[in-house]
């Protein structure tokens, strides 16, 4: 399966800094989706963000979408120590039957 | 609500030998579960799509007759690695579709991590 591009691939920044990652993809989707993972542990679901919305917000979580440009882009505000994570983009592609291919993610450190 | 489990959390066995992982809709049902495999450092991979009562849809390049799935109720769908050998040594996700919700409706459970001797 066709997977979707992050960048970066790794991100360090201080505590209270913002975080930017971004995901591009190569189809037509019904949705995309954002996730965290903890080193070796499952899947949190963040947010996700319909075909036909620009933009999302959840608490310190901002996502934007363009589809004409196939991309979209998770912010962190305010980060904190605990969200260092990996972070993963999936997209709900058309007609696909709900299948989710996910992006190489950013592995994100927060330091204290 | 929503929760998928999957059992065993993790699992060691022997090269050669068959290992059956389990992922349980605990308190709803799914028409349509998911299997991925993540390696380390690496992102998860679709693996196939299992349907409740039909024969699972692999993606390309995923052997079926190595990686058999079953879904035999609305609530269960397993996994059978058969004649593992380390490189099949990975962590295992499943994920299951709200029945009746929407198509966005997915849901995770916790993996497997298989470790192949």
């Known amino acids: 399966s066709q997977q979707g591009e992050e960048d970066p691939q790794a991100l360090s920044i201080q505590e209270g800094e913002n975080a930017t990652m971004n995901c591009s993809y190569k189809?037509?989707?019904?949705?995309l989706q954002w996730y965290r993972q903890n080193s070796g542990r499952g899947l949190v679901h963040l947010i996700l963000?319909?075909?036909?919305?620009r933009e999302k917000h959840s608490g310190r979580l901002r996502v934007t979408l363009d589809t004409s440009k196939k991309s979209s882009s998770l912010l962190i505000t305010a980060s904190r120590a605990a969200d260092t994570a990996s972070y993963f983009c999936?997209?709900?592609?058309?007609?696909?039957?709900?299948?989710?291919?996910f992006g190489q993610g950013t592995e994100l450190s927060v330091k204290p | 609500g929503a929760v998928v489990s999957q059992h065993p959390s993790w699992v060691i066995c022997k090269s050669g030998t068959s290992v059956k992982i389990e992922c349980r809709s605990l308190?709803?049902?799914?028409?349509?579960m998911f299997w991925y495999r993540q390696f380390p450092k690496q992102s998860l991979m679709l693996m196939a799509t299992?349907?409740?009562?039909?024969?699972?849809?692999?993606e390309q390049g995923v052997e079926k007759d190595k990686f058999l799935i079953n879904h035999a109720s609305l609530t269960l769908s397993t996994l059978t690695v058969t004649s593992a050998h380390p490189e099949d040594s990975s962590f295992y996700i499943c994920?299951?579709?709200?029945?009746?919700?929407?198509?966005?409706?997915?849901?995770f459970g916790p993996g497997t991590r298989l470790t192949v001797t």
């Open positions: 963000i319909r075909s036909n919305e």
């Open positions: 299992s349907n409740e009562g039909s024969k699972a849809t692999y």
């Open positions: 308190d709803f049902q799914a028409t349509t």
């Open positions: 999936a997209t709900d592609e058309n007609n696909q039957g709900g299948k989710l291919i």
């Open positions: 994920s299951a579709d709200l029945l009746g919700g929407s198509s966005y409706e997915q849901y």
């Open positions: 189809t037509s989707i019904n949705n």
